[in-house]
Nanobody
């Protein structure tokens, strides 16, 4: 089992930036893919971005392409989500997820989730 702790959320104006972090423990971090999801009030949790174990493959949902960047530091057991040009519709609780595969071909979510961090974008 993997333990995940997110940080970096907050309140920002439209057009601003935030950087989310997710620290992982409990399993060899460098062997599995990592992902970010988000859930807005009244909506289902949705995929945002994912990164393969060695950072060779990146996956993004279309609405964040060109604005968000996912990265990881295997030496620090941490995955990041740099969010630029934020929009009010990006407002949600953001969760990181430990993938159930390496992410070299696709991303399959695993059963480990963080507690979430709130991102609020004001217009």
């Amino acid at each position: 089992q993997v333990q995940l702790v997110e940080s970096g959320g907050g309140l920002v104006q439209a057009g601003g930036s935030l950087r989310l972090s997710c620290a992982a423990s409990g399993r060899t971090f460098s062997t599995y893919a990592m992902g970010w999801f988000r859930q807005a009030p009244g909506k289902e949790r949705e995929f945002v971005a994912a990164i393969s174990w060695n950072s060779d493959r990146l996956y993004y949902t279309s609405s964040v392409k060109g604005r968000f960047t996912i990265s990881r530091d295997n030496a620090k057991n941490t995955v990041y989500l740099q969010m630029n040009s934020l929009k009010p519709e990006d407002t949600a609780v953001y969760y990181c997820n430990a993938g159930s595969n390496s992410g070299s071909v696709n991303y399959t979510p695993g059963g480990s989730w963080g507690q979430g961090t709130q991102v609020t974008v004001s217009s």
